[in-house]
Structures are given as C-alpha cells and as structure tokens.
T-cell receptor
Framework: DAGVIQSPRHEVTEMGQEVTLRCKPI?????LFWYRQTMMRGLELLIY????????DSGMPEDRFSAKMPNASFSTLKIQPSEPRDSAVYFC?????????????FGDGTRLSIL | LAKTTQPISMDSYEGQEVNITCSHN???????ITWYQQFPSQGPRFIIQ???TKVTNEVASLFIPADRKSSTLSLPRVSLSDTAVYYC???????????????FGRGTSLIVHP
C-alpha cells in the first residue's frame, strides 16, 4: 500500500523565491496535516485539513505561508517569498477521522534549504 | 491547550526494558494518548495508543494511571534499532473551536548502547 507521498524530497533555493511543497495523502484518509521540524522548535503543526477544509491554521507562521487542498488526494504548502529561517524539514501526515483519535501516517518529508 | 512533558533524553543498553514517562496534566476527557517513534530522515511512525489503564501490542506497552495525567511507554528488551526519538501526543482543543488538534511534545531521544 502506498503511504503518504511528499515531493520533492529535497529543495534548495535562494531567498525570495517561491517554494511549493506537495503531498498526496493515503487514499480514504480525510484528515491532512502539515508539520515543520527544526532543531530549535521541534515538530510544529502548521495547518490541519478535514474533508479538504482548513480547520485550524493557527500554526502557520505568517502570511508568506499558505496551504491548499483542492481535492482529497492532493495538498500544497507554499512559501512566498522564502527566507533562510524557513529552512526545515516539512512533513505531511494523513489520518482517518478527525483530530487525534486516529493514528497519523507521515510522509518522509521535504528537506528545505533556503540560501 | 494540552501540553506534554517528557525527558529530553535517555540512555539504555541492549536487552533492557525502557520506560519513558510523559506528563499531560491538562488532558481533556475525550483525549487519547498516542506515542510515535521517529528515526533520522524519516517521518514519525505510530507505535501505540490508549485511553486508560494498559494497552499492549507487539511493539510496546502503554500504562495510563486512573487520573490520566501521565502515561508511560514501555519498550521490552530494547535493541540498537530502537534508538530513536519518541513523542507523546495528546489531543487538544483547537483555537478555532471544536476540533481536536494534535500537539507533539519535544520528544525523548533514546540511545541504546551495545
């Protein structure tokens, strides 16, 4: 069975450029989460979708970050313009149901480096 | 928002039992407790989940006291491959109201020595 698929696995770009991270959740899962992981701050939840609708985006750091889920099988996280402090590993996860009470399945992440 | 507190790191040796305790004093009535394991360069992986008392699967056991303000992940007879970061996760109410938003703690870095 295919798990959560993220692309690209690695991204290196210069500051000021637009970055788009992509995620394909597990088929049949109706909750999708975007996380950011850094050494300083650990694993932070950025935004959470349920049935393609953003439920809570209070973790999104600022207006430069935006996320969309146009359908049940695809989501994007966009950073525009990117800054060096955005460098991190970004994870996407999906689960059945709503919220915590179902285990989340994580992708392998996108390692983002902003120069 | 529910918060969790775990030890930052732990050391153990092959063959020993490891117990990692997580404090979650503000756990809500409907919250479940979930533990994840993360290896370098990989996303977290679900280990075990429980609501109260004891849960056991092929990988670990989870002990939850009656007040549910803490939980203990027990790994029997660890091996070198159990070296990883372990996260305790408890649901918390969303600032937007109504939905439960998972909140990861800082995690516990477990190092298993030969």
């Amino acid at each position: 069975d295919a798990g959560v698929i993220q692309s690209p696995r690695h991204e290196v770009t210069e500051m000021g450029q637009e970055v788009t991270l992509r995620c394909k959740p597990i088929s049949g899962h109706n909750s999708l989460f975007w996380y950011r992981q850094t050494m300083m701050r650990g694993l932070e939840l950025l935004i959470y979708f349920n049935n393609n609708v953003p439920i809570d985006d209070s973790g999104m750091p600022e207006d430069r970050f935006s996320a969309k889920m146009p359908n049940a099988s695809f989501s994007t996280l966009k950073i525009q313009p990117s800054e060096p402090r955005d460098s991190a590993v970004y994870f996407c996860a999906s689960s059945t149901g709503q919220g915590l009470n179902q285990p989340q399945h994580f992708g392998d992440g996108t390692r983002l480096s902003i120069l | 928002l529910a918060k969790t507190t775990q030890p930052i790191s732990m050391d153990s040796y092959e063959g020993q039992e490891v117990n990692i305790t997580c404090s979650h004093n503000n756990i809500a009535t409907n919250d479940y407790i979930t533990w994840y394991q993360q290896f370098p360069s990989q996303g977290p992986r679900f280990i075990i989940q429980g609501y109260k008392t004891k849960v056991t699967n092929e990988v670990a056991s989870l002990f939850i006291p009656a007040d549910r303000k803490s939980s203990t992940l027990s790994l029997p007879r660890v091996s070198l491959s159990d070296t990883a970061v372990y996260y305790c996760l408890v649901g918390s109410a969303s600032a937007s109201g109504g939905s439960y938003i998972p909140t990861f703690g800082r995690g516990t870095s477990l190092i298993v020595h030969p």
